[in-house]
């Protein structure tokens, strides 16, 4: 005959399967629903997935959209957006961000920008508002001057690319000069050791307002004629001044952006308004 004690552990045992069959069987229950899906998140999504960008002008060779954005970011003035990346044998050849604000009413703003990371112009392609963007050229990347040799391991690479990234200091101009803040965990990592390009990696500047990146920096360890060495090129990421210094000399920098009156652009970077979409807590 089983004691008491047993029989409560088995009693309690059949309840708890019980409790697991019922949830598992109940479509309300908080195990089957999940968290709530970000409707704002979700059309930033829906967007970036619009998109198709060639590497060739013949479009035989379209880009990859990295299947997760590679970055999330959000700013202290109701300010969100995606950063989205879309490759060619791993490597990024176009970033973009969808990002929105406070619109009219029970809106919210959207407004779409890209840059260009590929070395040649990649092949026409449509963006919002019926507009056409056409880069005239790709990509500057230079050598890094007194960089290190890169090291013979990926996760010694990561270390130096972080120092090289850190060797630059990231500036802004909006009503008056900000110093932007580097976050040292790179947005993207991709390269292959049988490659010309080894290793690569970007890494994002941002404002005091939040994490916004508002310049992007590309570092990669390149075959060149001789050995390895390190690269770099800076991609703006907002439609203000920003510019870079090394070593306390300025080595890069760009003015305000104005998109062209036109329907096409040929820039290297372009953005400009997509459309509204409901706020999440609007009502009828």
């Given at each position: 005959?089983?004691?008491?004690?047993?029989?409560?552990?088995?009693?309690?045992?059949w309840?708890?399967?019980?409790?697991?069959?019922?949830?598992?069987?109940?479509?309300?229950?908080?195990?089957?629903?999940?968290?709530?899906?970000?409707?704002?998140?979700?059309a930033?999504?829906?967007?970036?997935?619009?998109?198709?960008?060639?590497?060739?002008?013949?479009?035989?060779?379209?880009?990859?959209?990295?299947?997760?954005?590679?970055?999330?970011w959000?700013?202290?003035?109701?300010?969100?957006?995606?950063?989205?990346?879309?490759?060619?044998?791993?490597?990024?050849?176009?970033?973009?961000?969808?990002?929105s604000?406070?619109?009219?009413?029970?809106s919210?703003?959207?407004?779409?920008?890209?840059?260009?990371?590929?070395?040649?112009?990649?092949a026409?392609?449509?963006?919002?508002?019926?507009?056409?963007w056409?880069?005239?050229?790709?990509?500057?990347?230079?050598?890094?001057?007194?960089?290190?040799?890169?090291?013979?391991?990926?996760?010694?690479?990561?270390?130096?690319?972080?120092?090289?990234?850190?060797?630059?200091?990231?500036?802004?101009?909006?009503?008056?000069t900000?110093e932007?803040?580097?976050?040292?965990?790179?947005?993207?990592?991709?390269?292959?050791?049988?490659s010309?390009?080894?290793?690569?990696?970007?890494?994002s500047?941002?404002?005091?307002?939040?994490?916004?990146?508002?310049?992007?920096?590309?570092?990669e360890?390149?075959?060149?004629?001789?050995?390895?060495?390190?690269?770099?090129?800076p991609?703006?990421?907002?439609?203000?001044?920003?510019?870079?210094?090394?070593?306390?000399?300025?080595?890069?920098?760009?003015?305000g952006?104005?998109?062209?009156?036109?329907?096409?652009?040929?820039?290297?970077?372009?953005?400009?308004?997509?459309?509204?979409?409901?706020?999440?807590?609007?009502?009828?």
């Amino acid at each position: 005959m089983h004691s008491p004690r047993v029989k409560s552990l088995v009693l309690t045992l059949w309840l708890s399967v019980l409790t697991l069959l019922a949830a598992a069987q109940d479509p309300d229950s908080a195990a089957e629903k999940g968290p709530a899906p970000d409707p704002i998140r979700a059309a930033y999504r829906q967007d970036a997935e619009g998109y198709t960008f060639y590497h060739d002008a013949e479009r035989n060779q379209p880009l990859k959209l990295v299947e997760k954005p590679i970055m999330r970011w959000a700013n202290d003035d109701d300010w969100t957006g995606d950063v989205f990346a879309w490759t060619h044998d791993g490597r990024p050849e176009v970033v973009g961000c969808i990002l929105s604000g406070p619109g009219a009413d029970k809106s919210r703003n959207v407004y779409h920008e890209f840059h260009l990371l590929a070395e040649k112009p990649i092949a026409p392609a449509d963006v919002q508002n019926g507009r056409r963007w056409q880069p005239a050229e790709g990509l500057k990347i230079e050598r890094l001057p007194d960089a290190p040799k890169p090291a013979e391991t990926a996760a010694a690479r990561l270390t130096q690319m972080r120092q090289i990234a850190r060797g630059f200091t990231a500036f802004m101009f909006a009503e008056g000069t900000w110093e932007l803040r580097l976050l040292t965990q790179p947005l993207m990592r991709y390269g292959d050791e049988k490659s010309d390009v080894i290793d690569g990696a970007l890494f994002s500047y941002v404002w005091t307002k939040g994490t916004d990146p508002e310049l992007i920096l590309l570092v990669e360890c390149r075959r060149d004629d001789r050995e390895p060495a390190w690269y770099f090129a800076p991609a703006r990421f907002s439609n203000r001044g920003v510019w870079l210094k090394r070593a306390d000399k300025d080595v890069w920098g760009v003015y305000g952006h104005d998109e062209p009156a036109g329907k096409v652009s040929t820039k290297i970077y372009t953005t400009a308004f997509a459309r509204t979409i409901p706020r999440p807590d609007a009502k009828d």
